[in-house]
């Protein structure tokens, strides 16, 4: 049993040097655990485990299917969330949990977010959209194919 926790808890340092101290090595290591704990604790997704630490949870639904834009939002207000897939509905839905202390700023970011979706929609069409315009354009188009020959010999 105790094999199998220093198995789950192991990690890796890798250090370039001639010499290697103590001290060094010592310093490294302090290096790499601050990396872990400042990655612990940053915005962005988490597991319901370190969610839950923090207190209680709320989760608020939602219908897009382009969830990844969300991330750069939510790092930006230092949310920590975590995201869930309902694939038992048509069109899949999708569950926001956050902690109960961050829903202020849950809600300025989703309103950053909505509003950045809309803009983008109203922006600029797609470029799949834009082309079959185009397509059905040139399928309608009447083509002149009529021949003329012009041709005129050389001025004397």
């Not at 990690?11 to 990655?39: E, N, P």
């Not at 969300?70 to 920590?80: Q, S, T």
């Amino acid at each position: 049993m105790i094999q199998e926790d220093v198995e789950h808890k192991s990690a890796v340092l890798i250090i370039k040097g001639g010499k290697i101290t103590g001290r060094l090595l010592a310093k490294a290591m302090a290096a790499m655990l601050r990396q872990i704990r400042k990655s612990r604790d940053a915005p962005g997704r988490q597991s319901f485990k370190q969610l839950s630490k923090g207190g209680a949870l709320q989760n608020i639904e939602i219908a897009d299917s382009n969830i990844k834009a969300f991330e750069p939002v939510a790092r930006k207000y230092g949310i920590r969330y975590k995201l869930v897939k309902d694939a038992s509905e048509t069109p899949p839905k999708w569950m926001v949990f956050f902690r109960a202390k961050d829903a202020d700023a849950m809600t300025a970011a989703f309103r950053e977010f909505a509003s950045k979706t809309l803009k983008r929609e109203t922006a600029r069409p797609s470029v799949r959209e834009t082309m079959s315009k185009f397509r059905d354009i040139i399928k309608n188009a009447v083509i002149d194919r009529t021949k003329h020959k012009q041709r005129e010999g050389p001025e004397r």
